[in-house]
C-alpha cells in the first residue's frame, strides 16, 4: 500500500498551519498542536500530548541544527536543563501510567496542565520585550547570581520544564527561554535561543518516547501531521523577516489564550461522567456535540456505518480495516476516539477484540435530534414519532 494512503487531507492541513505558524514565529509546535489536536479533531488529551511531543521535537530540531553549525549553543547549560528535565520527565510519566493512559484521571489532569501551560507561554509572549529590559539594566548594574546558585536555579527550572513539557507538550520553548534570560543575563542572546532549542530536543524526544512506552501515540496522525509540516516551515521562514515580530508575538499570544479558553470551557463539559449529561438541557446539548464531533470526519462516519451494518455479531478490527481498505493502525485509532463518545463497544472473543455499533448512544443521538420535531405532529414528523408514542 503506498505509503500516502495513510496521509489524511485534514490533518496535513493541520500540519502545514501550525508549521508555517513555526516558521513565521518561532513557536513552539506543542503549544499550538496540541491543543488543535484535542478541541478541533477530538483526540484524546493523552494521545494528543503524545503525538504532539514528537512533532514539537521534528520542528526543534533542525533549530538545533543549524544552532550547533554556527557554534551558538552553550553545552554547559544545556546539561544543566537535562540534569533537572530528564529525572522530572521519568517521574511525570511513572504518574501518567499510574492514572492510566485513557483514563478520566489522566484526560483531566493533562487537559489541566495544558490549559495553564498555554497562558504561562502567552504571558511570557506578551512580556518579554519588559524581561529583556529588566535584564539588560541588570546587567548594566552587574546584579547576577553566583554561579552555584544559577546553577542550581538551572536545573530546577529543567525539573520544572521536565513536568510541564512531559504532562502538556508545552513550555520548551518560550517558558525555557524566558527562564534563562532571567538566569544568564550576560550571555549573547542567540545562544540562549541555540541552548534552549537545543535542550528541547531530547526533552520532547524523551518525553515522547515515554509517552509510546505507555500507548498514547498514533504514528499514522504524527506521518500525516509531519507531511504538513515541512513545506509550512519551509515557506514560512522564507517570509519571516517581512514579518511584523512584535504584531506576529502578540497575535500568537492572543491565539494561545482563546485556545486556553476554549480547553477550559470544554473541559467543563467533556470529561463528565455520561450519566451527568441529562441532568439539564445544556448537558445534553455539550454530550451531541461531543458525539458529532466524533463524527465529523470521513473514516469514522464510514466506520460507524460499516458497524451498524455488521448488526450485534460485529468485527474484528483487522477486518474492518480491510472492508474499508485503510491501515489498522488507523481504524484502531478512530475505533478508541468513537468509543470514548459513546458510539462504539467492544467485546473479546479469545484473542479477537470485536467491535460493534453502541445502538444505545447512536439511537440517543437520534432521540437528541427528534426530540419535540414538528411539536410531535405526527403528519409531519412521519413514522418515527408514530412508533414512539405507540411505544
Not at 8 to 13: E, G, L
Not at 129 to 138: E, F
Not at 254 to 260: D, E, K, P, S, W
Request: glycine share 10%.
Amino acid at each position: 500500500m503506498d505509503i500516502l494512503h495513510t496521509a489524511d487531507i485534514a490533518y496535513v492541513a493541520s500540519g502545514f498551519g501550525v508549521g508555517f505558524l513555526v516558521g513565521l514565529t518561532g513557536a513552539g509546535g506543542g503549544s499550538l498542536m496540541t491543543p488543535l489536536l484535542i478541541l478541533l479533531f477530538g483526540v484524546h488529551p493523552a494521545t494528543a500530548v503524545g503525538t504532539g511531543l514528537f512533532y514539537a521535537c521534528a520542528t526543534k530540531a533542525g533549530g538545533s541544527g543549524v544552532h550547533a553549525f554556527n557554534r551558538t549553543i552553550d553545552w554547559r547549560i544545556v546539561a544543566r536543563l537535562a540534569t533537572g528535565s530528564a529525572p522530572a520527565a521519568a517521574l511525570t510519566l511513572l504518574v501518567l501510567r499510574s492514572l492510566g493512559v485513557e483514563s478520566e484521571k489522566s484526560g483531566l489532569v493533562i487537559s489541566k496542565m495544558l490549559g495553564i501551560a498555554l497562558v504561562l507561554t502567552a504571558l511570557s509572549l506578551i512580556f518579554r520585550q519588559t524581561l529583556l529590559r529588566a535584564v539588560a539594566s541588570r546587567t548594566a548594574t552587574r546584579q547576577t547570581p553566583a554561579d552555584g546558585a544559577t546553577r542550581n536555579l538551572t536545573i530546577a527550572t529543567g525539573a520544572a520544564l521536565g513536568v510541564l513539557v512531559t504532562v502538556s507538550s508545552v513550555g520548551a520553548g518560550a517558558l525555557g527561554m524566558t527562564a534563562l534570560l532571567a538566569l544568564y543575563p550576560r550571555q549573547p542572546l542567540v545562544r540562549l535561543v541555540g541552548s534552549d532549542i537545543a535542550h528541547a530536543v531530547p526533552l520532547t524526544l524523551v518525553a515522547g518516547v515515554g509517552h509510546w512506552a505507555i500507548g498514547d501515540i498514533d504514528f499514522t496522525l504524527l506521518f500525516s501531521l509531519l507531511l504538513g509540516l515541512l513545506p509550512g516551515i519551509t515557506i514560512a521562514s522564507m517570509l519571516a523577516p517581512l514579518a511584523p515580530e512584535r504584531l506576529l508575538r502578540l497575535i500568537l499570544a492572543g491565539v494561545l489564550i482563546l485556545a486556553a479558553w476554549r480547553l477550559f470551557a470544554w473541559l467543563k463539559f467533556s470529561l463528565t461522567p455520561a450519566s451527568h449529561f441529562y441532568n439539564s438541557k445544556i448537558m445534553e446539548i455539550m454530550d451531541a456535540v461531543g458525539r458529532f464531533s466524533a463524527l465529523a470526519q470521513e473514516s469514522r462516519l464510514k466506520i460507524v456505518r460499516a458497524l451498524i451494518s455488521k448488526g450485534p455479531s460485529g468485527i474484528a478490527a483487522g477486518a474492518l480495516a480491510e472492508a474499508l481498505d485503510a491501515p489498522a493502525s488507523t481504524i484502531s485509532f478512530h475505533l478508541k476516539e468513537l468509543a470514548n463518545a459513546g458510539l462504539v463497544l467492544s467485546r473479546k472473543e479469545g484473542r479477537r477484540v470485536i467491535y460493534v455499533a453502541d445502538y444505545a448512544g447512536i439511537r440517543e443521538l437520534v432521540d437528541f435530534l427528534m426530540a419535540d420535531c414538528c411539536q410531535g405532529d405526527p403528519r409531519l414528523c412521519g413514522p418515527y414519532v408514530i412508533k414512539e408514542k405507540a411505544s
